[in-house]
């Protein structure tokens, strides 16, 4: 495998790096490199929201497994701290847009592990009755925009949603997240350049794992510091370690309120990793075992959170066992509900096709 | 000789305009650049430059005139030493031609239509004879299309593959396993994910020479590509008066697979078939896949090669034969049969080989063509077929509207009306798009159930 040119490692040192842009808007430079301070309520909460995921993702796998899920399944397990600092920092109203590694994203925006698993399982009790699987889930009432299986073709839909918060002047902001490799579409620069030139309210979260499928970041990528992606239309970018929640907070807090405030468009590269393979067929032997057991022994997102939380003496081991059984209950709970719901009505078939 | 100075066309759809000034009068000199008049149409007013040196001799049409027509004589421009007397001892400047024809050749419907326009029918050959005793080898269609690369790869070095994943991973379905053991970084190329830029590159490099293999994922992500495949790649042969083309294969597989829901699952035969200039093609078995990939690859044209994931793993008899080439154009014969014709293509062919089994002991005996290549499409071989059965149900999974069977259909309509007994039945996947759900998904394709259906309705058996 080819070195990583300008590679980006989710360690704290040295990851900050602000863009210069010629625009006389010039974003905090602080933005990638503070640290929100997080009470024990916050920790606590972010400890259970990461939790939820990665067991929810557990177990997808698990019924994948079963053959109770098919197709593609792609899980979120390592990028647990992603969306759920991202979150931590959105308004009520903001929108989310994501690919196809979706679940988390879903469950971060308040979406029910019964109506996502349920969709896994392709039943009708899902959040699209059945019809759209892992990939394809939408929910309007939690402002969760999909759930799209074209690699890059989200961003333009989550710029669009900003066109649309700009032009009812909502005071609302576009969270739009797409991946290290979605970054090389073109029309995530013909985005980048209509979101700019409109000032739309948008914050663009790449989520570099590291990977595109089998194809590491510097084997596609000319420029691999995706912050520095918007230089050419005076965005500005900056890296975030996406691994503690607390930083991808700050981060995101500094950039919704740059958007929201009218300043334009911002870049947030969260600097992750991926556990799993690309999607459960996928082998992964374009990278080392030891490579993924450094990610986890080092870097793992729910383990620095728990790892707090015991130092300062804000949860006992018996404290935080409590809340991963309550978490495996919620997931054991949904599991057996998206068993047991019945596949939808073949009458299905035709509904929702157009209005 | 007097120049005519002509009302000019301003914009491509301008047919008249409005002559609203003259800013020069009869025996003013002009020289070339000088502006002369005025001309108003409905979007603008522009100014008429001189083009040539003299001294206008006539205004012919005067100012404040409407409706002048494009190309109608508006002045007359007098050169050295010519009297105004000049004027007129001409004839009448004739109105240039359009270069429209007045009605465009009519696109002829059968090939018994003689129109002096009509496309010359290249007669396709047969598949080449297989010599007795030739070894025949189980081959699965991904290895028979991986051999046909290397095997066309290592004859030619203008060849190489390029796609997502095709090199290091080798292949997302391991269709291209060992070719960068084979054949090198060089021409085994990991792209980027950009459908659209690589698409245009491998177009490009066809442009200049080479012979590019562009593999798409699937082919759900070629519509990212879509404008490079239709906008360059099949119309630059024409465009460039045959200078110039595009000798390229986009492959990948294509239709649905299963459960990956309507973003992935979508079969296109039909959409790049509507396309002059493609060539379409979509195997069923190993040895087409084969024969028709090395085909492709040699081909001077862009060649569109649907696979299908779901045939990947399946194993077919390919002969084992130094270089098994097959003809593109050619439909095959896939099972003789009397009472009626089901012609089908690629994955479509698993429904219509079961079905003729089913059918076969109620004792209707169905004769099976496999379409194989899409465009151009074999129409010979389905009349001849039609014409001994009488009757012809078509099976995709595509959508029903506007269907490679829709096509067939009419086809066979207008050139074999007198010996249809039965309308046309066209089986095909539900107008719907791909549902994730298992028990939806099974509904939303077509089935055996539903090509026996057909059969029995066209050869009025209950
Ligand atoms: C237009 C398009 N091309 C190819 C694919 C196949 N594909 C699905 S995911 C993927 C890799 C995307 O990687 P990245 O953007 O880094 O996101 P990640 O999977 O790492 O979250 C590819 C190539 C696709 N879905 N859409
Ligand atoms: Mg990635």
Redesign the pocket.
């Known amino acids: 495998m080819a070195p990583r040119k300008n590679a980006a490692s989710p360690n704290r040192s040295g990851v900050a790096k602000t863009t210069k842009t010629r625009s006389a808007k010039t974003a905090k430079p602080v933005i990638g490199t503070e640290i929100a301070e997080f009470d024990r309520d916050q920790e606590i909460a972010a400890y259970r929201e990461m939790l939820l995921i990665r067991r929810f993702e557990e177990k997808a796998g698990q019924l994948y497994g079963m053959g109770f899920i098919g197709g593609f399944c792609?899980l979120y397990i390592g990028q647990e701290a992603v969306v759920s600092g991202i979150k931590l920092a959105m308004k009520d109203g903001d929108q989310m847009i994501t690919?196809?590694?979706d679940h988390g994203h879903m469950l971060a925006c308040g979406m029910t592990p019964r109506g996502v698993m349920a969709e896994l399982t392709g039943r009708q009790s899902g959040y699209s009755h059945g019809k759209g699987g892992s990939m394809h889930m939408f929910s309007k009432e939690k402002h969760f925009y999909g759930g799209h299986?074209?690699?890059?073709?989200q961003v333009s839909l989550g710029t669009g949603l900003g066109f649309a918060n700009r032009y009812s002047d909502n005071g609302n902001v576009s969270v739009v997240f797409?991946?290290?490799?979605?970054?090389n579409?073109g029309q995530v620069y013909e985005s980048f350049n209509m979101a700019e030139l409109w000032d739309l309210p948008v914050v663009f979260i790449v989520?570099?794992?590291r990977?595109?499928?089998g194809?590491s970041v510097s084997r596609a990528s000319a420029q691999t510091d995706f912050s520095q992606r918007g230089v050419s239309f005076n965005i500005p970018g900056h890296q975030v370690d996406g691994m503690d929640v607390r930083a991808v907070k700050a981060a995101a807090e500094a950039a919704l309120e740059h958007s929201r405030s009218g300043k334009g468009p911002i870049i947030l590269e969260m600097l992750t990793y991926?556990y799993r393979g690309?999607?459960m067929s996928d082998p992964a032997k374009y990278r080392s075992k030891d490579e993924v057991q450094k990610m986890r022994s080092e870097h793992d997102p729910i383990e620095q959170v728990k790892v707090r939380l015991l130092e300062k003496g804000w949860a006992s081991e018996d404290e935080l066992k409590a809340i991963d059984k309550s978490v495996r209950e919620i997931v054991a709970d949904s599991a057996e509900y998206a068993q047991n719901e019945p596949e939808p009505d073949p009458s299905e078939l035709y509904t929702d096709i157009v209005l | 000789m007097p120049i005519d100075i002509l009302m000019p066309a301003l914009s491509p759809t301008m047919e008249e305009g409005t002559l609203s000034k003259w800013l020069k009068k009869e025996g003013d000199q002009v020289t070339s650049g000088d502006v002369i008049a005025e001309i108003e149409t409905d979007k603008a007013t522009m100014e008429v430059e001189a083009v040539d040196e003299g001294t206008i001799g006539k205004l012919v049409v005067p100012e404040g005139s409407e409706g002048v027509k494009v190309n109608a004589v508006i002045a007359v421009l007098l050169t050295d030493g010519e009297s105004a007397d000049a004027i007129g001892s001409e004839k009448p400047a004739e109105q240039p031609k359009s270069s429209e024809p007045e009605s465009a050749p009519a696109e002829p419907q059968s090939a018994s239509d003689a129109v002096p326009a009509a496309p010359v029918a290249a007669s396709v050959p047969s598949d080449p004879d297989i010599p007795e005793g030739t070894e025949m080898v189980p081959t699965t269609v991904r290895e028979a299309l991986r051999d046909a690369m290397a095997e066309e790869m290592r004859a030619d070095g203008d060849v190489f593959i390029m796609g997502?994943?095709v090199a290091e991973y080798q292949g997302?379905y391991k269709i291209t396993q060992g070719l960068l053991q084979e054949f090198g970084a060089r021409r085994v190329v990991d792209t980027p994910?950009t459908?659209h830029g690589f698409a245009g590159v491998g177009v490009g490099a066809a442009m200049a020479g080479l012979k590019p293999i562009v593999e798409f994922?699937?082919f759900?992500?070629a519509m990212?590509a879509m404008d490079q495949i239709i906008n360059s790649a099949a119309k630059t042969h024409y465009m460039s008066g045959g200078q110039m083309s595009a000798p390229i294969v986009f492959r990948g597989p294509n239709g649905a697979a299963a459960r990956v829901g309507a973003q992935?699952s979508q079969c296109f035969a039909a959409w790049y078939s509507h396309i002059p200039g493609l060539t379409v093609i979509a195997p069923y078995g190993a040895a087409d896949a084969k024969g028709l990939l090395k085909a492709a690859i040699r081909s001077p044209n862009p060649v569109i090669f649907l696979e299908n994931e779901i045939l990947y793993g399946h194993t077919f008899d390919v002969p084992k034969m130094d270089d098994f080439v097959l003809p593109i154009g050619k439909a095959r014969i896939h099972r003789a049969g009397k009472d009626v014709t089901i012609v089908s293509f690629g994955i479509g062919m698993n429904y219509a080989v079961k079905a003729a089994d089913e059918l076969a002991g109620m004792g209707i005996d169905a004769e099976i063509i496999d379409l194989r290549t899409i465009r151009p499409m074999d129409m010979p071989t389905i009349i001849e077929s039609v014409k001994k059965t009488g009757r012809l149900v078509t099976v995709e999974e595509g959508f029903p509207q506007s269907s490679v069977g829709t096509e067939i259909a009419t086809r066979v309509m207008q050139q074999a009306f007198d010996y249809l007994d039965a309308p046309v039945l066209t089986v095909a996947g539900k107008d719907v798009p791909m549902p994730y759900a298992a028990n939806l998904e099974k509904l939303a394709l077509p089935n055996v159930d539903e090509v026996i259906a057909a059969v029995k309705a066209v050869t009025y058996t209950a």
């Open positions: 792609h690919a196809y590694r299986g074209i690699v890059g073709a797409y991946g290290d490799g979605a970054s579409q989520e570099n794992n990977y595109a499928m194809t991926r690309h999607s | 997502e994943e997302a994910i459908e994922m699937t759900n992500f990212q992935h």
